[in-house]
């Protein structure tokens, strides 16, 4: 994939998003085109950053990224305990023609977690891609780091309906599994969570919670922006059950739970964690302090 390039005048700034705190993008648009639709592409539409869906889906890398950050941490590293990559992009974008992470992309993530860690600073990192092997391969990554995906589905026609362009389902959970193996923090974020209606398979939620049952924590959040799910005559129940069995299921297993606002029993934090890290002002569950 060829990726074009743009200059921006800051990076580093203070979401306002649920999770909160601190975070980067450093990437304009994403090449995964999801149609839930997604809340990213939408605000860049609505404050003028892209025309239309097609724009969205060819990224344009914040070519000064990483000397924006280096000013910003003189001027206000010390108050920054944890930065989040990414809630406007995918920091470990996929292509789907070469079957592997988006080059550029993935270059720029890395040196900018190397340069939060080095500067004290941990990550969390949310990505619909893969994590690359040469992650692993990193010396002085931050032990607080956490790495996680985005799955709301194992059935791959769902995949290719509302996140065309994403990585398959398998490679991203593969992917993670390997972080986890060799000691790292994971967690997984099922939301948007579809109704029945637009996926089957979504009535067992355990099948999916078990295909990621090496992670440390969980996210999980009911369907918005579409009025498939709404109009759906058992969304309140659906979601009701389903966040509850979420929350038993992690229960039982010792997992961290976020259960996003707007979804029945949602809380304000992460619950459930013996050893945390914060994300973005949440608080997360972490299996090891090493990798």
């Known amino acids: 994939m060829t990726t074009t390039t743009l200059t921006r005048k800051s990076l580093l700034y203070r979401s306002k998003a649920e999770h909160g705190g601190w975070t980067v993008n450093h990437v304009q648009g994403c090449s995964h085109g999801c149609r839930y639709p997604c809340y990213a592409m939408m605000l860049a539409k609505r404050v003028g950053r892209v025309a239309n869906y097609d724009e969205w889906v060819r990224p344009q890398v914040v070519s000064n990224s990483l000397e924006l950050l280096e000013g910003e941490l003189a001027r206000f590293g010390s ?9 406007t992009t995918d920091p470990f974008m996929y292509d789907v023609a070469s079957a592997a992470t988006v080059a550029d992309v993935c270059s720029l993530t890395l040196g900018i977690i190397e340069r939060l860690n080095a500067a004290g600073i941990h990550v969390t990192t949310l990505t619909k891609g893969v994590y690359p092997d040469e992650l692993r391969g990193i010396e002085c990554l931050s032990p607080l780091n956490s790495y996680g995906i985005s799955l709301v589905s194992l059935s791959e026609l769902f995949r290719e309906e509302w996140e065309p362009f994403a990585a398959p389902v398998a490679a991203r959970i593969a992917a ?35 295909a990621v049952s090496f992670v440390d924590a969980v996210v999980f959040g009911k369907w918005n922006y579409n009025a498939r799910a709404t109009a759906y005559d058992k969304e309140h129940g659906f979601y009701a059950d389903g966040a509850d069995r979420v929350s038993e299921w992690c229960t039982s297993r010792g997992k961290a739970l976020h259960v996003k606002r707007g979804t029945p029993f949602a809380n304000d934090g992460f619950v459930g964690a013996a050893g945390c890290v914060p994300v973005g002002g949440q608080q997360l569950a972490g299996a090891s302090t090493s990798k």
């Open 176 to 210: 993670l599994r390997k972080l986890a193996d060799a000691g790292y923090r994971t967690w997984v974020s099922i939301e948007p969570y579809p109704t029945p209606d637009i996926d089957e398979t979504a009535e067992d939620v355990e099948l999916l919670l078990e």
């Open 79 to 87: 108050q920054v305990e944890s930065v989040h990559l990414s809630f």
